[in-house]
């Protein structure tokens, strides 16, 4: 294994094995085929099928009429359990930044539909004696996604109507209870995004990064249920986990490769070097003949 391995993983997918979906001539998403008929079969009044791909009904002309329309048809496609998982956080449907969004749509409902998803994750490390270790947190072995592995010390989905700042803030509250003074120290350093299909559908996200260097004596700990243990890490031993195993939650391999570029312990002389920094920053698809 290498470090481009979870990311060849992160990025797998066939995008001509999805239709595209546009809200108001916007593509904001990738339909599976079969998912898609199940649409215009039970709503025929709210989705057409066109050469292009799969729309949303014109009609549905505002941003609330599209939310509400998308809200009953989650709901419904819970209680047929095909989603199973409501979450209850809110993601934007949007072609380019949260700003513009044209709808709302509950996360679990997001690969789905293939929308772009937004996510915050944030590398807390210390320094020892000149050594830079880092934490990582053991997630808990009841939940729904990814039980037992890996994780960020703090990483969460991004919701609409609520400010970078405050929702760091929040989740550094609730995964590592760090107060919010500390959280505001934690510095941006960029993004990272990839495209991955899952069994669910598609899986377009683009993860914020944060590093927050903290003082030696602070441990942290979860108030949200989510980790059930946090433990600190040197960087030989990120990189061998991240290198020989499939310890951490998928899209964390990103984040903590994308860190030990940062700090200079993968250099330029590796010989994968651009490989794995391209690879960190893939661009989302787009259909290859947009008037077809």
């Not at 215009?40 to 009429?65: C, M, S, V, Y």
């Not at 108030?223 to 020989?244: C, K, M, P, R, W």
């Amino acid at each position: 294994m290498s470090y481009l391995d979870p990311i060849q993983r992160c990025n797998r997918h066939q995008i001509d094995r999805f239709l595209a979906f546009f809200i108001q001539q916007t593509l904001v998403g990738w339909l599976r085929p079969e998912f898609a008929c199940r649409l215009l079969d039970q709503w025929p009044n709210w989705f057409q099928q066109e050469r292009r791909g799969i729309h949303l009904n014109p009609q549905l002309n505002t941003f609330a009429k599209r939310s509400s329309a998308l809200q009953e048809i989650t709901q419904a496609l819970h209680q047929q359990e095909l989603i199973h998982n409501l979450h209850g956080e809110l993601y934007p449907i949007t072609a380019n930044n949260r700003s513009q969004a044209l709808c709302q749509l509950d996360r679990s409902a997001a690969p789905y539909f293939g929308i772009r998803a937004f996510g915050q994750h944030l590398n807390g490390y210390v320094k020892q004696h000149g050594e830079i270790k880092l934490w990582l947190g053991r997630r808990a072995l009841d939940r729904w996604h990814a039980p037992g592995k890996l994780d960020n010390m703090v990483a969460g989905g991004l919701p609409i109507n609520i400010s970078l700042e405050d929702n760091l803030a929040k989740e550094c509250a609730e995964e590592a209870t760090l107060s919010r003074e500390l959280a505001q120290q934690a510095q941006p350093v960029g993004a990272i995004s990839y495209c991955r299909e899952s069994k669910e559908g598609l899986k377009q996200d683009l993860l914020y990064c944060y590093d927050l260097e903290l003082p030696t004596d602070f441990i942290p700990h979860g108030s949200d249920g989510e980790t059930e243990s946090f433990q600190l890490y040197s960087l030989d031993e990120v990189a061998d986990i991240v290198q020989n195993s499939d310890e951490l939650k998928l899209n964390c391999n990103l984040v903590i490769i994308d860190f030990l570029i940062r700090v200079g312990y993968i250099t330029p002389d590796h010989p994968d070097y651009l490989a794995i920094i391209n690879g960190l920053h893939q661009p989302f698809p787009q259909m290859s003949h947009p008037e077809a």
